[in-house]
């Protein structure tokens, strides 16, 4: 099993409408072939300036591969991701 976590901040207002479309359009990520317990989250801890988390679980190696190919993947940060997050960092991790 991999997990693959990601927070980021967005380059929106916070509460605004362009914020609540890319939670929202983020959505599809869940549906994609492989993708086992989508979850979004918004960030509590005030020791961090990430506001916002995706995380989600693949079967294995193969699963997390296709997830990253696949092209509604691609599409999203292509044509959301890549303009509206302002900075993020994401972690891939499995059990030891």
Do not use: C
């Not at 072939?33 to 995380?55: A, H, I, K, L, M």
């Not at 940060?77 to 030891?96: K, L």
């Amino acid at each position: 099993m991999i997990r693959h976590t990601v927070v980021f901040t967005l380059r929106h207002a916070e509460g605004s409408l362009k914020e609540k479309s890319f939670l929202r359009d983020a959505q599809v990520l869940g549906d994609i072939p492989g993708v086992s317990g989508f979850e979004q989250f918004r960030q509590v801890n005030p020791r961090t300036d990430y506001r916002f988390g995706f995380s989600m679980e693949f079967a294995d190696r193969a699963a997390y591969e296709g997830y990253n190919a696949h092209p509604r993947h691609l599409s999203f940060v292509r044509e959301r991701w890549a303009h509206e997050v302002e900075r993020f960092m994401e972690i891939d991790t499995e059990p030891v």
